[in-house]
């Protein structure tokens, strides 16, 4: 049983998954932040590699991930700070980024890297579900790896079926048609996620965008197994000089 | 199953396949909260753009706003200095100044029959902001330009004419704050309002069907240059098409039509900017490797790491780091010839056109016609030059090397 799926299992509600850029606030913060994280009740670590183009990131996420690549940071120098990394962390670690850079890294040897690392999972959200039928879902199968699809409030119902169906982990459910880190008032959003929750999916759902507090955090808790939080966290790391410390106050503000 | 990079058109350079295929180049690789947009108009643009009522329309606009056809000149001067004979199909002569309109026209039309409300649109250069801008105006819906900061100040009379028509202009303040930056804060904004909003892609660049949906509105051009050039040399082939490419979209309108007339040569002209090794550049197919940007898989400027690098020219509208992934296509197989202009060989073909034709030409299209110095013609050859755009958007840059000159 992979470390995903072992999670789903023991624990089937308010199931928190923080994102963090690898390589931010410093290039050598990366295990760091992800200890600290784990330390203070993240259950699932999503590690973003940055990008400099990232489509579906809004200002903070992107910013964040400038700086990571102002530090030097790159899919090489990820997988050479991930090489030991399960010697601390335990729960379960998806990667997440765009298709380009994992192009230029060699996607073969990507899943590989990750295989070895062991990383659990991936989030590529500009891979599209036909190419991942045609070309590249094989691959990802292949080392052993859980692929993440993610679904919005304009997707339709025939769609979620099967990009649940193509989906291993869990599935992804972007709370409003935005990207990350808007400000769009989250009440609409539970209609669409008592849709998803009545359709019976395969795949334990964690909620994503515009979670940033305890009483968001809450309520895509109570239509889901739990939610994503990741431009709240990257706010609050913007300005720290003790990673362990800020991540321990935010995630108590979350959590208690 | 279907191989996504068998071409289904076979025999054809002009169609790509059902997911938007050139070759090995295209797709659509966009997050799921773009997918229903860009399916709606993948499974319609066909249907609403071949409509007799939607041509009509079209064909309309084109001729009494746009001032179509526009003329295929038959340059004595410049065709004396090459030695052969030179047609400039004079798209500067279109209202805005530029090709660009071929397409905004084209798309606020079917954007009017999706039902949606607003526009954006991401500009480098300003042409096609303006383009967007005007037929925006022109149906009274709400118009939103992204456009890069550092094109904002390089660009001003543009930002201006925008302004005047009603349109909202936005900076785009990320990255290299040029045209890649505002393609992505356009693509976000469209993300953040998808229902209402249609994104009006400058270029054949973007997720399939946006590099199709965008050269067959640009068609015009070349479908213009047959039966023109027929009626001026009694044959609808010249022996080159050439035409300055950044996305590419003059260059697709221009090579439409040639695509599958395997005599006719087509050359593309990419911005080398202070040269192709220079690290100052633009020219995509030399530096370039197989990538994603802004949707679809093509050539890429990028560094080992796959991020994308900024590229140089002294043109904003060729500053751009990718291609559209029919010339993407069009390198690969060689069916197109690709070269590039440096700045100072452009800013010499538009002082040597203003000087020879009285004609000021867009700092792009200037790139096309440097290429001729680099082309080896023969006497009876035919070559049709597209002059995407005039040069009154470059004034300023134009006095610079003057003033440099003088």
């Known amino acids: 049983m992979n470390r995903l799926e072992e999670l789903f299992q023991r624990k089937k509600e308010r199931v928190l998954n923080v994102y963090c850029t690898a390589g931010y606030p410093q290039l050598d913060s990366t295990i760091k932040v992800m200890k ?12 973003g590699m940055p990008y400099s183009d990232p489509l579906a990131d809004g200002p903070v996420i992107q910013a964040s991930g400038s700086k990571a690549l102002e530090n030097g940071m790159s899919i090489d120098v990820l997988f050479q700070q991930l090489k030991d990394f399960r010697k601390e962390i335990y729960v379960p670690v998806i990667l997440m980024g765009y298709m380009n850079p994992v192009l230029q890294f060699g996607f073969e040897k990507f899943c590989q890297y990750c295989a070895d690392a062991p990383i659990d999972g991936l ?13 590249y879902g094989e691959i990802i199968q292949r080392y052993g790896l859980d692929f993440i699809f993610l679904v919005t409030p304009e997707t339709s119902e025939e769609r979620i079926k099967k990009l649940d169906s193509l989906s291993r982990g869990f599935l992804y459910a972007v709370s409003s048609s935005s990207i990350t880190g808007s400000d769009k008032d989250f009440s609409p959003v539970e209609t669409y996620l008592e849709r998803l929750q009545k359709m019976n999916l395969k795949n334990p759902i964690l909620v994503g965008f515009g979670i940033k507090d305890k009483h968001t955090f809450g309520m895509a808790c109570s239509h889901a197994n739990g939610a994503i939080i990741g431009t709240a966290y990257i706010k609050a790391l913007e300005n720290t000089t003790d990673i362990e410390r800020t991540t321990k106050i935010f995630l108590d503000s979350i959590l208690k | 199953m279907i191989n996504i990079t068998t071409p289904l058109n076979k025999g054809t350079y002009k169609q790509p396949n059902i997911f938007g295929y050139y070759g090995n180049f295209g797709g659509a690789y966009i997050p799921e909260m773009l997918h229903r947009n860009v399916e709606e108009l993948r499974t319609r643009y066909l249907e609403i753009m071949y409509d007799d009522a939607f041509q009509k329309e079209f064909k309309d606009l084109l001729h009494d706003y746009v001032g179509r056809p526009t003329p295929l000149y038959l340059a004595k001067r410049l065709s004396k200095l090459h030695n052969t004979n030179i047609y400039l199909k004079r798209e500067d002569l279109n209202h805005t100044g530029a090709h660009k309109i071929n397409n905004t026209v084209g798309q606020i039309l079917l954007a009017l029959k999706l039902g949606k409300k607003r526009i954006i ?19 009274g819906i709400e118009c939103v330009v992204y456009m890069g900061s550092k094109d904002i100040e390089r660009q001003a009379p543009n930002v201006a004419r925008m302004k005047m028509l009603g349109a909202k202009v936005v900076p785009a303040t990320s990255g290299s704050q040029t045209l890649k930056d505002a393609t992505n804060e356009a693509i976000r904004a469209w993300i953040n309002d998808p229902l209402d909003t249609h994104y009006i892609i400058g270029s054949v660049v973007g997720p399939h069907p946006y590099p199709d949906m965008v050269a067959r509105f640009q068609s015009i051009i070349s479908e213009e240059t047959r039966w023109q050039l027929k009626e001026k040399t009694g044959t609808e082939l010249p022996t080159h098409v050439m035409a300055c490419v950044g996305g590419g979209s003059n260059a697709a309108g221009m090579f439409y039509h040639y695509l599958d007339e395997l005599s006719v040569q087509l ?28 949707g679809s898989k093509s050539l890429v400027m990028q560094t080992e790491d796959g991020q994308v690098v900024e590229p140089h020219s002294i043109s904003a509208g060729l500053d751009y780091p990718g291609v559209g992934p029919l010339h993407a296509h069009l390198y690969e197989s060689g069916r197109g010839t690709f070269l590039s202009a440096t700045d100072d060989e452009s800013l010499k073909a538009a002082f040597e056109l203003a000087k020879l034709e009285g004609i000021i030409p867009a700092l792009e299209s200037a790139h096309a016609l440097a290429a001729l110095h680099q082309m080896k013609f023969k006497q009876s050859d035919v070559v049709v030059v597209c002059l995407s755009g005039r040069g009154d958007k470059d004034l300023a840059t134009y006095m610079k090397a003057m003033d440099i000159k003088e």
């Open chain 1, 36 to 47: 600290a994280l784990q330390d203070n009740g993240a259950d699932l670590i999503e590690l």
């Open chain 1, 123 to 135: 989030i590529l959200p500009d891979l599209p579900e036909h190419e991942f039928e045609t070309e």
């Open chain 2, 121 to 139: 649109a991401e500009t480098g250069a300003g042409q096609h902001g303006v383009a967007t801008a005007t037929v925006c105006a022109l149906k």
């Open chain 2, 267 to 294: 050359v593309a002209v990419e911005a080398a900017g202070h040269g192709v090794n220079s690290g100052m550049s633009a020219a995509t197919t030399q530096l370039g490797k197989p990538g994603i940007l802004h």
